[in-house]
């Protein structure tokens, strides 16, 4: 599992790195380049907005991967009983699979939670409903453009103990 998180990092790396070598080509349709391209093309390099677009490139990159690593590394116990869950219920050679949910409750909650603390995806990607879906009495067609509002899933309301990490 180590090295599959190894190679994703190297992968996210490199991106990255495409990314801020090439940002030039990023004006023509990405705000932060189209913002460093007009700094430049004025003669002036004035490295503040290229410091923010890093800063905002490295958010977007790196905020879903680092959460899930940080609570497994804060939390040992709960990552020590994930695993011992997985090995009980599948034995030391199979990786989970979606299937084996039903017999993964503590891992279950453990993904629900983490997922809850924060998002492991860019929520800005478009989403589409596959099919007519009704939901809370309203209707959703299907190709209808599904906007995430992120917000919902962290408030007092809904997650009273909102900054506690609830599987202890």
Known sequence: MCRKSSRLL????????????????????????????RGYSNGRRNMVPLF?????????YFKGATLPPLLALTYPEVQEKA???????????????????????????????????TTIVPLSLPHSALEDTEF???????????????????SEKTSPEINSFCLL
């Open 52 to 60: 923010f677009y890093n800063l905002e490139v490295t958010r977007r």
């Open 136 to 154: 809370q009495g309203f209707l959703i067609k299907k190709d209808t453009l599904v906007i995430v509002l992120a917000s919902g899933n962290a």
């Open 10 to 37: 190297v992968l996210i790396l490199r991106r990255l790195r495409q990314v801020h070598g090439n940002y030039h080509s990023l004006a023509t349709y990405h705000f932060w380049g189209s913002f460093l391209m």
């Open 83 to 117: 695993v011992e869950e997985i090995h009980a219920a599948l034995g030391t050679n199979t990786f989970p699979r979606y299937s084996d949910r039903v017999n993964l409750p503590y891992c279950e909650a453990l993904l629900l939670e983490t997922l809850r603390k």
